[in-house]
T-cell receptor, first 116, second 114 residues
């Protein structure tokens, strides 16, 4: 069966510090991978998605970046964190999609980031 | 701007009753619809997905889709206190260049009273 691992679970970082969150998927190949953020009292916001190695699409302009160095590895980074980057960061994977039809997304356990 | 609207609640139902959660969406071209359950402090967990008009049942859960009315709902029969959580509706949409992504509603908080 497929599993998704995301770490760390919690993180407290000062403003201006760098960030690296990692996510790996097991039990499937060539998954679609996603990074979402859920800020307090707000809905899930899609940050990045990837349909293959080295292929990254950004949904929201910001000081975050994403990379997919391996098929089942997705990394979210920042060079300098802002207070507004605080939130619950979720990695997710899905199978291939058809035209207009999306396979279900499966989420990791998330990373709760607090920028102080 | 694609929108997915849900009543934020809280929706309170007694144990054993039917809970009805509703969601409307703005993109007429949407073809994939999902319901997720999110316990406080946890990540969303997939409950059901539906692609075609009508009803889809899985155990105590029934998803209902009406594309003409741009409306999707989730019914929970025999509600249990363990069903108390926030329920997120997610709808697919074309984000450009033939890429389809999910837009999530802000969720409805359900409280099942013992």
């Amino acid at each position: 069966s497929q599993t998704i691992h995301q770490w760390p679970a919690t993180l407290v970082q000062p403003v201006g510090s760098p960030l690296s969150l990692e996510c790996t998927v097991e039990g499937t190949s060539n998954p679609n991978l996603y990074w979402y953020r859920q800020a307090a009292g707000r809905g899930l916001q899609l940050l990045f998605y990837s349909v293959g190695i080295g292929q990254i699409s950004s949904e929201v302009p910001q000081n975050l970046s994403a990379s997919r160095p391996q098929d089942r590895q997705f990394i979210l980074s920042s060079k300098k964190l802002l207070l507004s980057d605080s939130g619950f960061y979720l990695c997710a994977w899905s199978g291939g999609s058809g035209t207009g039809v999306i396979s279900p997304l499966h989420f990791g356990n998330g990373t709760r980031l607090t920028v102080t | 701007q694609k929108e997915v609207e849900q009543n934020s609640g809280p929706l309170s139902v007694p144990e054993g009753a039917i809970a009805s959660l509703n969601c409307t969406y703005s993109d007429r071209g949407s073809q994939s619809f999902f319901w997720y359950r999110q316990y406080s402090g946890k990540s969303p967990e997939l409950i059901m997905f539906i692609y075609s008009n009508g009803d889809k049942e899985d155990g105590r859960f029934t998803a209902q889709l009406n594309k003409a009315s741009q409306y999707v709902s989730l019914l929970i029969r025999d509600s249990q206190p363990s069903d108390s959580a926030t329920y997120l509706c997610a709808v697919s949409g074309d984000s450009g260049a033939g890429s389809y992504q999910l837009t999530f509603g802000k969720g409805t908080k359900l409280s099942v009273i013992p």
